[in-house]
């Protein structure tokens, strides 16, 4: 016989579920924007984060709302915690993504710098990590998680490549060029924040079902 407070788990993880796909929404609509030079866009990211904040409130609230109810142990506790850190952690992704967005506002009307081809390789990596960082907790599958923490140094790596071209090629070359540089560096920046929660969401999925603190041991991913 199902417990009362399995049914209001999977209600839980519906509730992350859609936290997930916001998160993911955003990232690929800010880029999206960048990529168009689509202000509209851009500010229905901005305008979209208000529902987002008000998820994470309701899912926060359904986390404590348990906690205090059932006072579960082990295993069900560790699953309720977990979703509350990452609630927060994807309405973080949220929030950079506006962040993505009021900076594609503040280019949007100047002539491109250069063809963006790393930035949406970029954003690309930071979408598949937060899917499938949620895919881990929704399965409790560690080995989901750890393909997300291995994908980080990409990431890292995808932002270096675009700072050194903007830095080498446009900002030291030509000083006008910075204002622009410099969004699109402050943008490759954002992603990679992006990755690093993500990967802070993998490491507490592998927390979650095995109750083992990954955080600063990347040795324990073997």
Same mark, same amino acid.
């Given at each position: ?45 901005? !305008? ?11 899912? !926060? ?10 006072? $579960? ?16 952690? &994807? ?28 930035? $949406? ?31 980080? $140094? ?6 270096? +490549?675009?700072?050194?071209? &903007? ?6 070359? !030509? ?16 992603? @990679? ?9 993998? @490491? !507490? ?12 041991? $990347?040795?324990? +991913?073997?």
């Amino acid at each position: 016989m199902e417990r009362h407070l399995d049914q209001e788990l999977k209600e839980l993880n519906k509730g992350i579920l859609k936290m997930g796909a916001y998160a993911e929404e955003a990232i690929f609509k800010s880029v999206e924007a960048l990529k168009n030079r689509d202000k509209e866009l851009a500010r229905s990211v901005i !305008d979209n984060d208000n529902n987002i904040d008000k998820l994470e409130l309701t899912v !926060d609230e359904r986390c404590i709302d348990l906690i205090a109810r059932y006072q $579960p142990m082990a295993k069900d506790l560790r699953f309720i915690t977990t979703g509350m850190k990452i609630n927060s952690e &994807l309405e973080r992704i949220a929030d950079i993504a506006v962040d993505i967005a009021q900076r594609t506002l503040e280019i949007a009307d100047k002539p491109l710098l250069k063809p963006l081809v790393d930035i $949406p390789k970029l954003a690309a990596v930071a979408q598949n990590m937060v899917k499938v960082a949620i895919d881990s907790f929704v399965k409790g599958d560690i080995e989901l998680a750890k393909k997300v923490m291995l994908s980080d $140094p990409e990431a890292d790596n995808l932002r270096n +490549l675009i700072q050194k071209e &903007l830095v080498e090629d446009y900002m030291l070359k !030509d000083a006008s060029t910075a204002p622009r540089a410099v969004q699109l560096l402050l943008i490759a920046r954002f992603l @990679e924040r992006i990755c690093d929660h993500t990967t802070n969401i993998a @490491e !507490d999925v592998i927390y979650m079902v095995q109750a083992e603190v990954v955080r600063h041991h $990347p040795e324990k +991913l073997k």
